[in-house]
């Protein structure tokens, strides 16, 4: 029978049976060099002592905890969503507040491995063999689970390694010297003649421990940190967006989850209302596109408008990879798109060919256009099928057309050409006008450039100074590798507005090792946006930078600030004193937990959220330093999540109003789509590019000279990341143009 491991711990009484409080209360009044961690982790521990209890069952992962006991939701694919809560306690102006907000995730379903591998692959029919594709499928979800292996009085639990390569009928091991299959041994030994003998087993701990699945079950209360599946998140969105009222009942029926009414035996009360703050609308800015508009509730209608600035596009073609579309169907489409775009101000020729490719030799196919075609340059590029969210193959092709062949290209759904939705040709053409050197939508250059309400004259002369000389923003973000991953390269993006819009971007991208989140190398990227912007105004250089930095953690701030503002120094230490920018330095956060509800339904977007423009810098700020959150973008489903901000650096003694506005202000110029996004577009164009990346990364064979020698377990060296980035460089032509949105 299976025995637990039994041990002895010894437990001490620390020294200082009870937590001062009072330097963190001394910290919120007045500042110091750092708050006093050790008491909000007191603080912390508390409030997840009861919940967190081995009995309860509950899954602990950080500072969220999911609930064993609460109602489940199956996804399918294996796996049930597990409601939870993340507790942490924040010093902020409204003194020691608890930040409490429901979360969810997914759990692996308590089951028996045929069942698991039947939800995973999904087959039409009964499984009773496995392709090789589909046996890493299951591997790759079964690996590091732990199971429960059980026949007669025999019981094993331990996590698996593997999915063998061959069936339990043909997987031979020494028996007292003689060779027997795993079916023949479970056969002889336990009377078991297996159910699913040319399905394979499942390895077991070590090396040799071999089992047949249909004895195994998955054991319950697990979850792999690791990024799950497009199809897994697509369930877990559908059934956590819930409106902004909803989430907020939720949130406050937590209190009474984790017991909090019990707090009293440590010394603790806890106000169970939410916390009341005052928030304000920031204005939206005029936007210049054929005319000048103002957007209403973060959005505008693009009907019977023309684009800020139409490119010119006189020869390009289109090409399919996608055998069920038929070649006048496709036409038709380059017809509409032809139709489209000259209506919104693009100066596009007729599409000149139609070509048909041949899945797998994606690569070949486009060299051979572009031998065919010289001068092309654009190519719409049909793609059918999914995989991880992405067309299939279209890393490849993209690696191939920016890195290699030098050809912009735009890939289409096959859907998307056979429907022919005008919306969505529509959208297709901002890409199209944005990656081929025009604007979408720009903030005015005339009498309008200000935000659209009555403003003071002092925030206005504060406004005005802002674009007196030339100014450029910047979006910073480090992508990093799948949760589980430990040798693949970040990669880190730079990206920055190229006119006084600011409209035109330009990206600066390279693979770093494993996991860093610095940005290396930002001295050099920066030296090069700078001289592209120094030579599409007239020679100057921009007098004020103002770099947004996304993805950092709290605890990160001012090593990040410390490390990548003396990079962006260095770039102008050889200036003359006066031409040297004046740098701001601000952090974006999305992934945090506080979440604003409007008190007032009348106050409220239509969705029931709190509308676009809503600016919050009191109560829940830090208590000294300088902090915002911003929601920017009008939430459509689910609870809008505001962005957080902090101004760490600031050499232009900007206002908190001008700060604001700004800030808000570059959330309306992302090319993409005719509406206010939640973050300012440089950063949002960062992580496309960053994306993009990795796309490129995706399609290198892990065999190939680029990571050979690295091992499994290892991060790339210098030389190998030298020549890392050399493969991904994008051709000179390309990287002059937004060729990531």
């Known amino acids: 029978m299976y025995q637990p491991r039994t041990y002895q711990v010894r437990v001490q009484l620390a020294e200082t049976p009870f937590i001062n409080t009072k330097p963190l209360l001394d910290y919120i009044k007045q500042p110091a060099a750092d708050g006093p961690h050790d008491v909000q982790q007191a603080f912390e521990i508390v409030l997840r002592h009861l919940p967190s209890l081995p009995d309860k069952g509950n899954i602990i992962a950080g500072r969220t905890i999911y609930f064993k006991d609460g109602q489940h939701q199956d996804l399918g694919f294996g796996r049930e969503l597990w409601w939870g809560v993340h507790t942490s306690i924040r010093a902020t102006e409204g003194g020691i507040t608890l930040n409490l907000n429901v979360t969810a995730t997914d759990v692996f379903k308590e089951m028996s491995v045929i069942d698991f591998m039947y939800e995973i692959l999904q087959p039409r029919g009964e499984l009773y063999s496995l392709q090789e594709r589909d046996r890493k499928k299951l591997e790759a979800e079964l690996k590091g689970l732990k199971v429960e292996m059980k026949i007669d009085a025999v019981i094993r639990r331990q996590k698996v390694a593997g999915v063998g390569n061959q069936p339990a009928n043909r997987h031979r091991f020494d028996v007292d010297g003689r060779a027997t299959t795993v079916a023949e041994y479970f056969l002889k030994k336990y009377k078991c003649k297996l159910k699913y003998p040319d399905l394979p087993c499942l390895r077991l701990g070590g090396k040799d421990s071999y089992y047949p699945m249909e004895l195994c079950r998955i054991l319950p209360n697990q979850k792999k940190m690791k990024k799950v599946s497009e199809l897994v998140t697509a369930a877990l969105i559908k059934s956590t967006a819930v409106p902004p009222s909803q989430r907020l009942h939720n949130i406050q029926g937590m209190l009474k989850t984790c017991e909090f009414d019990k707090l009293g035996s440590f010394g603790m009360q806890l106000n169970m209302r939410p916390l009341d703050c005052d928030g304000r609308m920031l204005p939206p800015p005029t936007l210049q596109l054929g005319k000048e508009m103002t957007p209403r509730d973060g959005v505008w209608n693009m009907a019977n408008e023309q ?23 496709i036409w038709r489409f380059m017809a509409e798109l032809t139709r489209t775009g000259c209506k919104q101000g693009i100066k596009m020729a007729a599409c000149g060919f139609v070509k048909f490719g041949e899945g797998g030799y994606e690569e070949a196919t486009l060299k051979d256009i572009k031998r065919a075609y010289p001068g092309l340059e654009l190519l719409l590029v049909v793609l059918n099928g999914r995989e991880n969210g992405r067309y299939a193959r279209y890393p490849d092709i993209k690696r191939t057309c920016e890195t290699e062949v030098n050809i912009m290209s735009q890939c289409v759904h096959a859907k998307n050409v056979v429907k022919m939705n005008g919306q969505v040709v529509s959208n297709i053409c901002l890409k199209i006008n944005q990656k081929m050197g025009g604007q979408n939508f720009g903030i005015s250059r005339g009498g309008s450039i200000y935000p659209s309400c009555r403003q003071s004259p002092k925030f206005l002369d504060g406004y005005k100074s802002v674009f007196s000389q030339p100014i450029m923003f910047v979006g910073a973000d480090v992508n990093h590798p799948a949760a589980g991953d430990t040798s693949q390269p970040s990669v880190a993006a730079v990206v920055a507005s190229m006119d006084a819009q600011p409209a035109q971007h330009v990206a600066r991208v390279r693979a770093q090792k494993h996991r860093m989140e610095l940005i290396e190398g930002l001295d050099r990227m920066m030296y090069e946006l700078v001289e ?26 001012y090593q990040v600030l410390a490390y990548e503002l003396n990079q962006i120094q260095n770039v102008f230490r050889q200036f003359p004193p006066e031409q040297r920018p004046k740098i701001t330095f601000i952090t974006v956060q999305k992934r945090h937990h506080t979440r604003f509800f409007p008190r007032d339904q009348k106050d409220a977007s239509k969705s029931g959220n709190i509308p676009p423009g809503t600016c919050v810098d009191r109560n829940v700020v830090h208590p000294h330093e300088f902090d915002f959150f911003l929601c920017s973008h009008l939430g459509i489903q689910g609870t809008s999540r505001p962005s957080h901000y902090k101004v760490l650096y600031d050499e232009s003694h900007f206002s908190v109003d001008v700060i604001q506005n700004l800030t808000n202000s570059l959330c309306y110029v992302y090319a993409r789509c005719p ?30 000279t680029v990571t050979s020698g690295s091992g499994s377990e290892a991060s790339l060296d210098d030389d190998q990341l030298r020549i890392l980035n050399e493969k991904i460089q994008v051709v000179p032509e390309i990287l002059r143009k937004a060729y990531f949105t």
């Not at 796309?695 to 290198?700: N, R, V």
Request: glycine share 8%; charged share 25%.
């Open 307 to 329: 684009l800020a600035r139409g490119a010119t596009l006189a020869k390009w073609g289109a090409v399919s990879f996608d055998e069920r579309t038929d070649e006048n169907t």
């Open 532 to 557: 592209e912007f120094r030579s599409r105004i007239g020679g100057r250089y921009p007098a004020r930078i103002v770099f947004y930095r996304d993805g950092v953690g709290e605890g990160q701030f």
């Open 675 to 704: 509406r206010a996004v939640s973050i300012p577009a440089p950063v949002y164009y960062a992580h496309h590019a960053a994306f993009r990346t990795k796309d490129y990364l995706s399609t290198f064979d892990e065999t190939s």
